[in-house]
């Protein structure tokens, strides 16, 4: 087992509790220093002068929107030159993205924009995540595809989600990266062949801005993603991409004074909010270049195979399937232990609670998973001290 050396500077970056080991990156990221600042000098504008703020907000947005286009479509954090990317898929320019406060509401303006009929089914698997599955549920029936925690390569889970379209299915509700499970579930593949279907695919990208290098690739024709996990933005920043053919049905949740714009900016404008957070977003990507986006995410990807490891070797913990390249890794409790969401809940807090420990717990019959992230702040002992703590709580089962 060889162990990842710490990344320059990258504590140093961050202003998270020293005595904490913060792994539970995925969940809800941590904004570096420069962007906190570059927020609260937004915030420290809009309080000396709300008006001034207020009245150029739609046009700042809309300049903030093209800065993270040209980041979606090529360079560090996009597509490498000559692939097709969100450039001919779903806009690499501004028109194409609009920003939105995270990944749940992006659904909801994505399946809003659909034409569904009577009869419509809405494919989706058992490893979506809640709140957008339970968004689908809203608009047609839903499928669930049961592919469960050991999922097999990317391949076989295309297979299994092709085998469970029926005529009925007009819409597929998929994650780009499983949030508990840390698998790439919507690969390009699996997208190609849903298209060649006729099937509309909504992909949740919660994970994938910053953690993957070309999250767009697919052509999907709606895309979500935050930018406040592996974007490094503030929270409450997200975007929400629409190929061309959909982009007209898009509509605005509750109404405003920028309606007649049409999408993005009529999605955008939500009169006097804090768009502070949208406004430094584009600073956090701009971070992720300075530090090579390339190396974060060798790095990131390297520590949490690390961590996984280590944690696979207590008796009782087994690592399930993994796609490569990705910050995240998960590993399957042994049964009797986080079978529901209660006892996953009160599992993690308890390990917060007494050892300062943040991860992810989640929840499935038979014995629930543990998730464990790389950032640039984390260190090779802090994994070792989840893996010394775990022991007495395996010991439950």
């Known amino acids: 087992m060889t162990t990842v050396a710490e990344f320059p500077g990258g504590r140093q970056l961050f202003r998270l509790s020293p005595d904490v080991a913060h792994l539970n990156h995925g969940s809800f990221g941590a904004v570096p220093i420069p962007v906190q600042d570059a927020q609260t000098a937004l915030q420290r504008e809009l309080h000396t002068d709300p008006d001034a703020f207020f009245i150029g907000a739609a046009d700042r947005v809309e300049e903030a929107r093209g800065r993270i286009a ?100 007009t819409v597929a509700v998929l994650d780009h990266i499983s949030s508990p499970t840390a698998r790439i579930i919507a690969g390009p593949r699996l997208l190609a062949e849903l298209r060649e279907r006729g099937v509309t695919t909504v992909v949740d990208g919660a994970h994938a801005l910053g953690m993957i290098p070309d999250p767009l690739a697919g052509r999907p024709d709606f895309w979500f993603g935050n930018l406040h996990k592996w974007g490094y933005a503030p929270p409450g920043s997200a975007v929400l991409a629409v190929a061309p053919d959909h982009r007209a049905r898009v509509r605005a949740l509750v109404p405003s004074w920028e309606d007649h714009h049409g999408f993005p900016r009529s999605v955008e404008y939500r009169a006097t909010v804090d768009y502070t957070s949208w406004l430094a977003a584009p600073e956090g990507l701009d971070l992720l270049d300075r530090l090579d986006a390339a190396k974060v995410r060798s790095h990131n990807s390297a520590l949490a195979a690390y961590g996984a490891e280590v944690l696979a070797e207590l008796p009782g913990l087994r690592p399930l399937p993994y796609s490569e390249g990705l910050a995240m890794r998960a590993l399957r409790l042994p049964p009797g232990i986080a079978e529901t969401r209660d006892e996953a809940a009160a599992l993690r807090e308890d390990i917060a609670a007494r050892h300062r420990i943040r991860t992810l717990i989640w929840p499935w019959p038979g014995g629930g998973g543990i998730r464990v992230c790389g950032q640039i702040y984390n260190r090779p002992e802090e994994y070792e001290r989840l893996a010394a703590v775990l022991p007495a709580y395996l010991s439950r089962a």
Do not use: K, Q, W
């Open 70 to 169: 040209r980041h979606l479509g090529a360079g560090a954090t996009g597509g490498e030159a000559g692939r097709e990317t969100v450039g001919e898929a779903v806009g690499a320019d501004p028109a194409g993205l609009a920003f939105v406060s995270n990944a749940t509401e992006g659904a909801n303006l994505a399946l809003t924009a659909i034409p569904f009929r009577p009869g419509d089914e809405i494919l989706v698997t058992d490893h979506g995540y809640g709140t957008v599955v339970a968004a689908a549920a809203r608009f047609a029936p839903v499928t669930t595809v049961p592919l469960g925690p050991d999922l097999p390569d990317e391949d076989a889970v295309c297979e299994a989600v092709l085998a469970a379209l029926t005529p009925r299915t």
